[in-house]
């Protein structure tokens, strides 16, 4: 699939309008293959959905800054990102470790710390049901 496909498939399972896909647009990286895992509404708490995520960077890829408005959960499964959010330290992640954003956080730095070799990660959103995948923050 390409990542126009990809990307209509994510917003699709968010539930989207024309607004939050623009924004889902500016806020991915070009380069980024996003695959949407799951979708999957909260029993216990109808009003929130889960969102499983699989994210490949290419070489020397990057986030422009971000929010999600969700809990996100990171899980590293190969190569080397780092992350950082607005006040907090900048992480350098790899294999095997993990990374959390808070609803309020923003995402002040995200990329595949290689120049050579692609980074690949999971990312868990518990989110309000139907909210944007992300938000342009500054």
Do not use: W
Not at 21 to 36: G, I, R
Not at 43 to 48: H, L
Not at 118 to 136: D, H, N, Q, T, Y
Request: charged share 20%; proline share 7%; hydrophobic share 45%.
């Amino acid at each position: 699939m390409n990542k126009l496909k990809l990307l209509a498939l994510l917003l699709l399972c968010s539930g989207t309008v024309a607004a939050q896909q623009t924004a889902a647009k500016e806020q991915l990286p070009a380069d980024a293959q996003v695959t949407s895992l799951m979708l999957k509404a909260l029993k216990d708490d109808p009003t929130k959905e889960v969102l499983m995520l699989a994210v490949e960077y290419p070489p020397g890829s990057k986030d422009p800054i971000h929010r999600h408005n969700a809990q996100a959960f990171v899980y590293v499964l190969e190569g080397t990102i780092v992350m950082q959010v607005k006040g907090g330290p900048e992480v350098t992640l790899t294999r095997g470790q993990t990374f959390y954003e808070g609803p309020d956080d923003v995402h002040v730095v995200g990329r595949n710390a290689s120049s050579t070799k692609p980074a690949r990660f999971i990312v868990l959103l518990v989110k309000e049901k139907g909210a944007p995948v992300l938000v342009p923050a500054r």
